[in-house]
């Protein structure tokens, strides 16, 4: 093959000024559609979807022609980059048609769904079942919208998803890589990851399991022995959440110290009348107190900050968009007036950064370190912002006390929404990677679904299911092809990247009270890791703000420390084990 470099670079410029025309129209199409459902534009989306993989279709044959000895690390980089595309190289035209559309359906049927009760009221997961989800304390009610949202979304969906699994390993396949789960995992550039994070999660889960002893005494006050066994698993349907993912709507049953000042900000934000573009301007004044860069104008003029009320349908879940044009950004949220909605767009605004500090990086290049990078940055601010020092200084607290008492009652609050979440992070790829290397068959979907719940979360359906369900189908991210150890990665993670933004800012004392704002010098450790994008390895990237080339659950763990104490104390004060080894089957919620 053709072995002169210069041509090579010659080869790499010409790709990038054409994937940027390219990419362009196949974000702006998905945009489109993303923000009005209708035949026409999903038709569109996925025309343009097609082209765009055509045209990385074509340059990846080119790209093949070179012989790469002898070639320098960044020009090899670059290269596999455009050679290892994922779908796209799906060779027969029809299997790459059919995926295309299986996914425009999928995302379609998800987004689209909204169960309705027998008097003809209908309810959208955003805001309606997830207010009910929430905000109700009726276990009825609660297994109403839990049910309701599965036969709407899951169950329909468990047919496409068994042929999206086949066409995936077959787009797998097409990059030499044996399945999906296999090429999803070869992104982290490691050939341990699955020991990695399960390394991870060995570390994690006596903190999940103190809390959820703890949570489950909490629960078993509320709804009695009939629902609650105290020596067993929960029922998924009463933690607050669609997926039981995030137990933050809880803390007023989990509050160690009821009589404290609340941390809670949903009432101050709709008692101050804030807005969404008010909540997004909050976020965006974070981001530029450490130095970094302002949404541009185009983000305010051209973003979907809430959900329209003109009866257009979109795609609710909140996701941050780069155009490749270097200067179109946007975020997409139906945003709802609560806490959880303010952590999000924190979260959203960490993607926009990201993609502004690696724009002008050539178009392989603008990603995250690895998936979990992405995923962190947001989240990183968010630790910082989340403190009631932080919140009481832009007056979304009225009140504070800072004492020991205090201290535990936000401990509490962070755990329920970032403890609770790491079984869910973990398992959610578990199950996939086992369905794409064919270790779980379709006749298993739920059986394993219910296995992995169980074994990871502690948590058990609230009645029966079935190989006729599809429950995971009913979580955004399995139906929309997004992976997930990510967000398991980035919990972890951006506990590092805040104790070493920290110790640049100058904050001493305990990690879980730090608020790295207005330090330009925590801005500056990161902004340079961000400008990186993927252009080196990620340990390079970890190693540039926290001196360390690993992932360790260390900072987590001394962040939450107070509250491990607290727990552990009052789990053995109630005579609460931490586990579930006892089954049993709760009362039946009809
Ligand atoms: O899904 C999201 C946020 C949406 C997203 O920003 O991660 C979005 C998902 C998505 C990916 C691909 C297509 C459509 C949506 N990801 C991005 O917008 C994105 C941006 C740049 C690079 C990669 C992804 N969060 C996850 C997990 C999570 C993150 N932070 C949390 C805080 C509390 C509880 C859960 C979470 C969830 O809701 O289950
Ligand atoms: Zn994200």
């Known amino acids: 093959g053709n072995n002169n470099e210069t041509a090579a670079i010659m080869f790499l410029d010409e790709y990038n000024e054409q994937a940027m025309v390219e990419y362009y129209k196949d974000v702006a199409a998905s945009w489109t559609y993303n923000t009005n459902i209708t035949d026409y534009n999903q038709e569109q989306s996925v025309a343009a979807s097609l082209a765009a993989s055509n045209f990385e279709n074509g340059m990846r044959t080119r790209a093949l022609e070179f012989n790469q000895t002898g070639f320098s690390e960044n020009t090899k980089r670059l290269l596999n980059k455009i050679i290892y595309i994922g779908d796209a190289a799906i060779e027969r035209q029809e299997d790459l048609v059919e995926l295309t559309n299986l996914l425009a359906q999928m995302e379609t049927r998800y987004s689209t769904g909204k ?70 995992r070869s992104w982290y550039e490691v050939d341990n990851l699955e020991e990695m994070t399960e390394e991870l999660y060995t570390q994690l889960s006596p903190l999940y399991n103190n809390l959820h002893a703890y949570v489950r005494r909490k629960l078993y006050e509320v709804y009695g022995g009939d629902y609650i066994n105290l020596r067993g698993p929960i029922p998924a349907h009463i933690f607050g959440n669609m997926w ?93 007036i609560t806490q959880t909605d303010f952590i999000t767009i924190h979260h959203e605004m960490g993607h926009v950064e990201y993609y502004m500090q690696y724009k002008d990086l ?8 690895n998936p979990g990078f992405h995923e962190a940055v947001g989240d990183v601010l968010s630790l910082s912002v989340s403190t009631p020092k932080h919140l009481h200084s832009i007056g979304l607290l009225n009140e504070v006390s800072n004492d020991e008492e205090a201290d535990l009652n936000f401990l509490m609050s962070m755990a329920l929404d970032k ?49 006729e369900d599809f429950d995971p189908a009913a979580k955004f991210h399995i139906p929309a092809d997004v992976p997930y150890i990510r967000y398991f990665i980035s919990f972890v993670i951006q506990f590092q990247f805040h104790d070493a933004l920290c110790k640049a800012a100058g904050q001493t004392g305990p990690l879980h009270k730090c608020d790295i704002y207005r330090s330009t010098e925590a801005g500056t450790l990161l902004s340079n890791m961000l400008k990186k994008g993927s252009s080196e390895t990620w340990p390079n990237a970890m190693e540039a703000i926290t001196g360390s080339r690993t992932m360790n ?10 509250l491990i104490t607290y727990l552990e104390a009052e789990n053995e004060r109630n005579g609460d084990v931490p586990g579930w080894p006892e089954s049993y089957t709760p009362a039946d919620p009809n």
């Open 362 to 369: 050539p178009v392989p290049y603008r990603r995250g370190a």
């Open 553 to 562: 659950a260390t900072a987590l763990i001394s962040y939450f420390q107070p």
């Open 115 to 184: 169960p309705c009760k027998e008097d003809g009221t209908c309810y959208s997961l955003e805001p309606d079942l997830t207010r009910i989800m929430s905000e109700s304390r009726d276990y009825q009610e609660l297994y109403w919208a839990w049910d309701a949202w599965r036969d709407e979304v899951g169950a329909p969906a468990r047919q496409d998803y068994a042929r999206y699994v086949e066409l995936k390993n077959i787009g797998a396949q097409a990059n030499d890589q044996p399945d999906n789960g296999a090429y999803w």
């Open 244 to 336: 039981a993912q995030s137990w933050l709507q809880l803390l007023d049953l989990c509050i160690p110290y009821p009589n404290k000042p609340s941390v809670d900000i949903t009432p101050v934000l709709i008692e101050k009348g804030y807005t969404p573009l008010r909540m997004f301007e909050v976020s965006d004044e974070f981001f530029t107190s450490l130095g970094l860069i302002a949404m541009p104008e185009e983000f305010w003029n051209e973003s979907m900050l809430e959900k329209p009320n003109d009866g257009r349908e979109v795609v609710c879940h909140a996701s941050a968009w780069d155009f490749y044009n270097q200067k179109d950004f946007r975020i997409k949220q139906c945003t709802d």
């Open 419 to 467: 403890i609770s979440f790491l079984p869910f992070g973990y398992l959610m790829d578990q199950y996939r990677w086992r369905i794409f290397d064919g270790t779980t068959p379709e006749s298993k979907y739920t059986e394993d679904w219910w296995k992995l719940r169980l074994q990871y979360q502690g948590i058990i359906p609230p009645v029966t299911r079935t190989e």
